[in-house]
């Protein structure tokens, strides 16, 4: 099993519905991210938490919101998708104790039509 | 907030090239570290730098630590039809160990 595990992998939802990604993890890791990808853009930050009780927005949480259920789980949440979300979005884990980067998800490919 | 500058951004290259990439910052930065993310999967961690001046192999790829610590390099050598992939390189540089990324190098391997 892998160790960021995101769900769905792929996702297409119509424009004013609400949509959850999920993501697991089984690293132990107290820090968790999300993060959208679009090309040429690069990976933008929308929301992290440090821990289960600590959540932060990111360099673009509008019309975005996220819930840390568990030390092992944050969801992202789009309250009313519209097409400009349409993107990869990559959830990630870190052990804030360390220096040795992130590990990702494979994942979630959405689109909004 | 901190930025990297990520260059090329794009790169077609013969199989068997050897292949150069940096990434250079404002703002110095206490670790540096590199990923690929093939097609249709998410980063990968390639490399870690963590000291000044440091220079790190791993197999074909070697990368660099800057020696003013705002800037980075990766070198691949040999190139073959598998680094094909988005390169990123990403900055830690405050006591939170949170990570600025870069926006990629796209590269292309034509066999």
């Known amino acids: 099993d892998a160790d960021v595990t995101q769900t769905p992998r792929n996702r297409i939802t119509k424009t004013g519905k609400r949509i959850m990604l999920e993501c697991s993890q089984t690293?132990?890791?107290?820090?968790m991210y999300w993060y959208r990808q679009d090309p040429g853009l690069g990976l933008r930050l929308i929301y992290y938490s440090f821990d289960v009780k600590d959540i932060n927005k990111g360099e673009i949480s509008d019309g975005y919101s996220v819930s840390r259920q568990a030390q092992a789980k944050f969801s992202l949440s789009l309250e009313s998708a519209i097409p400009n979300q349409t993107a990869l979005y990559f959830c990630?884990?870190?052990?804030?104790?360390?220096?040795?980067?992130?590990?990702f998800g494979s994942g979630t490919r959405l689109t909004v039509v | 907030g901190q930025q990297l500058n990520q260059s090329p951004q794009s790169m077609f290259i013969q199989e068997g090239e050897d292949v150069s990439m940096n990434c250079t910052s404002s703002s110095i930065f206490n670790t540096w570290l590199w990923y690929k993310q093939d097609p249709g999967e998410g980063p990968v961690l390639l490399i870690a730098?963590?000291?000044?001046?440091e220079l790190t192999p791993n197999g074909r790829l070697t990368a660099q630590f800057g020696i003013t610590r705002k800037d980075s390099f990766l070198n691949i050598s040999a190139s073959i039809p598998s680094d094909v992939g988005i390169y990123f390189c990403?900055?830690?540089?405050?006591?939170?160990?949170?990570?600025?990324f870069g926006k990629g190098t796209l590269l292309t391997v034509n066999p």
């Open positions: 990403a900055g830690q540089g405050g006591s939170n160990y949170k990570l600025t």
């Open positions: 990630a884990t870190s052990d804030g104790s360390s220096n040795y980067g992130y590990t």
């Open positions: 690293k132990g890791h107290d820090r």
């Open positions: 730098l963590y000291k000044a001046g």
